[in-house]
T-cell receptor, first 113, second 110 residues
């Protein structure tokens, strides 16, 4: 079993839709959770960062972490064609030190005008 | 803009050759990590440097090596290139738990 599982999609939605992206994980030591957006042939861009369980909102984006279920989500409201990208979840157990970021495979999202 | 810059952006090498990739980290960040991202996959951790010392390594062979310099910039060296080394190589500089990535170097091995 991989440490982080993410459905690669692809996911196609109409403009204005609410998008839900999800990851599950197996390592209960993970404490820090991130969502990255990656446009084609570019580096990942940090979108959301959360610590432990709970919700965090930033504009049209909401990140949720449910540690009891080992499940994290990213919601995009009023989706726009410019949101079309691959979304990567990532997590790590500690704030720094030698612990690596563990990524999901990424979900490819297309928002159609 | 993350402030993390990588060079070159694209590179084509022949199997068996050696390659050096470079990264300038974001100002104030003393930790730099390197990741390999194959097509259609998430980034895989190669190694991490903190204050010029390697302090974490993923499941990559010794022909992947690196350096970090006093100004916290970094190099990734890969010897004896194999076809499977073709990928996007990403450098990330860290502040606490958050990692900020450069645009990557796309390496093609032929």
């Amino acid at each position: 079993q991989k440490e982080v599982e993410q459905d690669p999609g692809p996911l196609s939605v109409p403009e204005g839709a609410i998008v839900s992206l999800n990851c599950t994980y197996s390592n209960s030591a993970f404490q820090y959770f991130m969502w990255y957006r990656q446009y084609s042939r570019k580096g990942p861009e940090l979108l959301m960062y959360t610590y432990s369980s709970g919700n965090k909102e930033d504009g049209r984006f909401t990140a949720q972490v449910d540690k009891s279920s080992k499940y994290i989500s990213l919601f995009i409201r009023d989706s726009q064609p410019s949101d079309s990208a691959t979304y990567l979840c990532a997590m790590r157990p500690t704030q720094g030190g030698s612990e690596k970021l563990v990524f999901g495979k990424g979900t490819k999202l297309t928002v159609n005008p | 803009e993350t402030g993390v810059t990588q060079s070159p952006t694209h590179l084509i090498k022949t199997r068996g050759q050696q390659v050096t990739l470079r990264c300038s980290s974001q100002s104030g960040h003393n930790t730099v990590s390197w990741y390999q991202q194959a097509l259609g996959q998430g980034p895989q951790f190669i190694f991490q440097y903190y204050r010029e010392e390697e302090n974490g390594r993923g499941n990559f062979p010794p022909r992947f090596s690196g350096l970090q310099f006093p100004n916290y910039s970094s190099e990734l060296n890969v010897n004896a290139l194999e076809l499977d080394d073709s990928a996007l190589y990403l450098c990330a500089s860290s502040s606490g738990a958050q990692a900020f990535f450069g645009q990557g170097t796309r390496l093609t091995v032929v």
